[in-house]
C-alpha cells in the first residue's frame, strides 16, 4: 500500500486556522477531488468536522475517520489508531494508494510512513492554528512541480508539487 499526505501549505506550514482554511483558492480545492478521487481517504475527527456538510461524507471516497469516539453520526469508517486506518484502507481494496488528509495530528502520525507528499505550495505567509509538520526535504525527491500563479479567483500564486521519498 501507497501511503500518501496531501495537503496545502503555506510558507510558514499553517494548514488550518479556526477550523477551517486561511485561504480560498478553487483550483486547490479541485485537485484535492480529483486526486484523492476513487481512493480511500484517512482523516483525523476534528477535520472531518469541518468538512461542510453538502461535502459529508466525501463523495467517491472510502472515509476513514480517526477518532476516540464510537461514531461521528454519518457513514463512514471510524477508527481509532492509525493502523487500524491503514489496515480498513487495505481491507476496503479501492486502489493500493490512501490519502491521509489531515489535520495536523493524523498528519503527524502518518509522516513516518508516508511514501508521497502532495503538497500545494501556497506562496505566502498566513497565521493560523495548524501546521503541517516539518519534514527533511533531502529525503524526498521532487518529482513533478506546476505552477499556479495569481488570478481573479486565486489571491495567491501557489505550485502542485508532489514528493518520492527516496
Same mark, same amino acid.
Given at each position: 500500500?501507497?501511503?500518501?499526505?496531501?495537503?496545502?501549505?503555506?510558507?510558514?506550514?499553517?494548514?488550518?486556522?479556526?477550523?477551517?482554511?486561511?485561504?480560498?483558492?478553487?483550483?486547490?480545492?479541485?485537485?484535492?477531488?480529483?486526486?484523492?478521487?476513487?481512493?480511500?481517504?484517512?482523516?483525523?475527527?476534528?477535520?472531518?468536522?469541518?468538512?461542510?456538510?453538502?461535502?459529508?461524507?466525501?463523495?467517491?471516497?472510502?472515509?476513514?475517520?480517526?477518532?476516540?469516539?464510537?461514531?461521528?453520526?454519518?457513514?463512514?469508517?471510524?477508527?481509532?489508531?492509525?493502523?487500524?486506518?491503514?489496515?480498513?484502507?487495505?481491507?476496503?481494496?479501492?486502489?493500493? &494508494? %490512501?490519502?491521509?488528509?489531515?489535520?495536523?495530528?493524523?498528519?503527524?502520525? *502518518?509522516? #513516518?510512513?508516508?511514501?508521497? /507528499? =502532495?503538497?500545494?505550495?501556497?506562496?505566502?505567509?498566513?497565521?493560523?492554528?495548524?501546521?503541517?509538520?516539518?519534514?527533511?526535504?533531502?529525503?524526498?525527491? &521532487? %518529482?513533478?512541480?506546476?505552477?499556479?500563479?495569481?488570478?481573479?479567483?486565486? *489571491?495567491? #500564486?501557489?505550485?502542485?508539487? /508532489? =514528493?518520492?521519498?527516496?
Amino acid at each position: 500500500m501507497i501511503v500518501s499526505l496531501i495537503a496545502a501549505v503555506t510558507e510558514n506550514n499553517v494548514i488550518g486556522r479556526n477550523n477551517d482554511l486561511p485561504w480560498k483558492l478553487p483550483d486547490d480545492m479541485k485537485y484535492f477531488m480529483e486526486t484523492t478521487k476513487g481512493h480511500a481517504v484517512i482523516m483525523g475527527r476534528k477535520n472531518f468536522d469541518s468538512l461542510p456538510p453538502k461535502f459529508k461524507p466525501l463523495k467517491d471516497r472510502f472515509n476513514i475517520v480517526l477518532s476516540r469516539r464510537e461514531e461521528v453520526g454519518f457513514d463512514v469508517c471510524v477508527v481509532h489508531s492509525i493502523e487500524e486506518a491503514y489496515q480498513q484502507a487495505e481491507k476496503a481494496g479501492q486502489d493500493p &494508494e %490512501v490519502f491521509v488528509i489531515g489535520g495536523e495530528q493524523i498528519f503527524n502520525l *502518518a509522516m #513516518a510512513r508516508a511514501d508521497r /507528499l =502532495y503538497i500545494t505550495e501556497i506562496k505566502t505567509k498566513l497565521d493560523g492554528d495548524t501546521f503541517f509538520p516539518a519534514y527533511n526535504k533531502s529525503e524526498w525527491k &521532487e %518529482v513533478s512541480r506546476k505552477p499556479h500563479p495569481t488570478d481573479d479567483r486565486h *489571491a495567491y #500564486a501557489f505550485d502542485f508539487v /508532489l =514528493y518520492e521519498r527516496k
